[in-house]
């Protein structure tokens, strides 16, 4: 039982220091080009996949349970994890894009008190939208108190 809770532990470590690296370079990749007023904390936060997590968490913990020969081949592969997603994330065209992939709604209605917004979410924070409308061409940031009602449309409204 503590070899159980040892190794669900770790891997639960290893993927978080992998998250937490994915969601470094998406920060410094994408929220930076738009300027996205968005500190690290409630980003990294607020975005978390738990569907991703637990699974990777737990094949991680059936591999170092299971392997043959643990001892060296765990610490092999959880290196190159880490490494492959400082590495990846921190090239900017990847970073871009898998911010881009994560965080952008497409095809939104945004209403205010004022006006109807058409076109993009491209972040969406605690207190804030960043949005892209289609008809304008023109980057918005809207707060969330402002607005009234959210809703998708289709491509050739």
Not at 60 to 81: A, G, N, Q, R, W
Not at 137 to 144: A, R, S
Request: glycine share 4%; no cysteine.
């Amino acid at each position: 039982m503590i070899k159980l809770i040892q190794a669900l532990l770790t891997s639960l470590f290893v993927i978080m220091i992998i998250d937490f690296f994915i969601f470094l370079g998406m920060q410094f990749h994408y929220l930076d080009f738009y300027k996205v007023p968005e500190f690290f904390n409630p980003f990294f936060w607020d975005n978390q996949s738990y569907y991703i997590l637990l699974p990777s968490t737990v094949i991680l913990t059936v591999m170092i349970l299971f392997l043959k020969k643990p001892k060296i081949l765990m610490p092999i592969v959880m290196s190159i994890l880490v490494l492959i997603s400082i590495a990846s994330t921190f090239i900017s065209s990847f970073g871009f894009w898998l911010g881009k992939t994560i965080l952008v709604q497409d095809n939104i209605v945004l209403e205010d008190s004022r006006y109807t917004y058409r076109g993009n979410i491209y972040f969406e924070g605690r207190s804030t939208v960043l949005f892209y409308d289609k008809e304008t061409k023109k980057l918005f940031e809207l707060e969330k108190t402002d607005i009234i009602k959210k809703e998708n449309f289709e491509k050739n409204y």
